[in-house]
């Protein structure tokens, strides 16, 4: 693969590129503020990768550490256009005030470029998200209606704006639990269902076909059954597109990411891991429902066991209890609390405990994420990569994977699984941390 990569042509970012992303509520909000306020100088993109992160290159006694959007090019953030659909009108300063996140002092500065992004209809079934109600919603007979009217929204909003590019993410809630069937097996038996109306296919798939059938990489922030269907993977490796997720990595599963690899890098064992939520956003209100929680747990309770690896280390992490808790609080509305007990032992069996009460702003942390995705998605489609992009699975609680191998989540191999993979893209050789070279001489 190295080989392949190193005789990569990457297109340049030439010209606009066009945002869009279905769900226009807190996530999405703050990272349009946000990059229209970086633009003006009035904030900086704390959280970014892309904007602020640099990026060895060759030996440490190279000294060679470029930026990130120096090694490899990416769109400028002065050529983003956004748009999307949500189930409420309300355009995205309306939208970015009653999800309470930023301060309307900011938001004030940025409100011009807010009130002109008004979303379009969007495609919804209660059924899906069950604890929403939206009356801006589009009409039609069956999926394949309303996958050929996110189509023409697409086309509409490309040349309404002169983009030459776009790219996709979703941004809206969580769905109900849904598992593969023989309706998402195959193009043919996705298309066909869809026809039919099948209940087994859902909102967010329907987005996903639209954006692989008009080339726009796709990345699903949700822990939603949707890009990671058989079907799609076939579609987005005829159309060429890339596709990644799901589930944007923020909280909890964040702390997880990093204090596992931890512990079990020292071999410490654990017993039991208890994690509870709390958040009173819109995100809060839909994990209400358990059916949406279901999906939401299924990612959240995976990171563990993969990090852990049980079956390698069974007198360690066998019997590891792990119990995951959402609750609805309106009160706390964006800033999540997340808190973990963490019962481990070590030398001899002797318990310890770990406490970890992470006061967090759930959507602070999704924006650096949206950003990225936009910027590394376009680069991938740029270079000529299609199908499932596991070197951005640092993003995502649930990496989407070959069915072949195993999903990694510990978060310091999937940070150099990206850098490497910029390193061999720009023609530099991938970094091993070997360190002999400077000792054996």
Not at 139 to 154: L, P, T
Not at 162 to 177: A, H, K, Q, Y
Not at 327 to 348: A, M, S, T
């Amino acid at each position: 693969m190295s080989d392949q990569l190193n005789n990569l042509k990457i297109n340049e970012p030439k010209g606009k590129l066009g945002v869009l992303m279905p769900g226009m509520g807190a996530v999405s909000t703050t990272f349009i503020a946000g990059v229209l306020a970086i633009r003006k100088g009035i904030a900086k993109p704390f959280g970014s990768l892309t904007q602020m992160q640099h990026i060895r290159l060759g030996r440490r006694d190279e000294n060679r550490n470029p930026l990130i959007k120096e090694l490899i090019p990416l769109a400028e953030l002065d050529d983003l256009y956004f748009g999307g659909w949500d189930i409420f009108e309300d355009n995205a300063y309306q939208a970015a005030l009653k999800a309470g996140v930023l301060e309307k002092g900011l938001l004030d500065q940025v409100k011009d470029e807010l009130e002109k992004i008004k979303p379009m209809k969007a495609v919804f079934n209660k059924k899906y998200v069950k604890k929403l109600d939206g009356t801006y919603v589009k009409k039609a007979a069956n999926w394949y209606e309303y996958y050929e009217m996110v189509r023409e929204d697409i086309r509409n909003f490309k040349k309404e704006n002169g983009l030459d590019r776009m790219v996709m993410i979703w941004t809206g809630s969580t769905e109900v639990f849904m598992k593969e069937s023989p309706v998402h097996a195959t193009k043919a038996s996705f298309e066909k269902a869809m026809k039919e109306n099948h209940p087994d296919i859902a909102p967010s798939m329907v987005y996903a076909w639209a954006a692989i059938a008009e080339g726009l990489p796709y990345a699903n922030g949700a822990p939603n059954l949707t890009a990671d269907i058989p079907a799609m993977l076939e579609f987005a490796k005829e159309m060429g597109v890339p596709l990644a997720g799901k589930d944007f990595k923020t909280g909890q599963t964040l702390m997880k990411t990093i204090v596992a690899p931890g512990l079990k890098a020292r071999m410490l064992g654990v017993e039991g891991w208890f994690s509870t939520n709390i958040l009173g956003n819109r995100d809060g209100e839909v994990l209400d429902d358990p059916e949406s929680f279901k999906t939401k747990e299924e990612s959240k309770l995976s990171v563990l066991d993969q990090i852990l690896q049980p079956n390698l280390y069974p007198e360690l992490y066998e019997n590891l209890y792990h119990k995951v808790r959402i609750n609805y609080y309106p009160p706390r509305r964006d800033n999540k609390e997340g808190w973990d007990n963490i019962d481990i032992f070590g030398w001899l069996g002797y318990p310890m405990q770990i406490k970890i009460d992470f006061l967090c702003r759930d959507s602070i942390l999704a924006a650096p994420i949206v950003l990225d995705l936009v910027l590394f998605m376009d680069l991938a489609k740029r270079s000529g990569f299609h199908g499932i992009q596991e070197w951005l699975s640092f993003y995502f609680k649930s990496p989407v994977h070959a069915p072949n191998v195993y999903p990694e989540h510990d978060l310091f191999i999937q940070l150099m699984k990206l850098k490497n993979t910029l390193r061999v893209m720009a023609g530099e050789k991938e970094i091993t941390h070997l360190g002999l070279e400077y000792y054996m001489k």
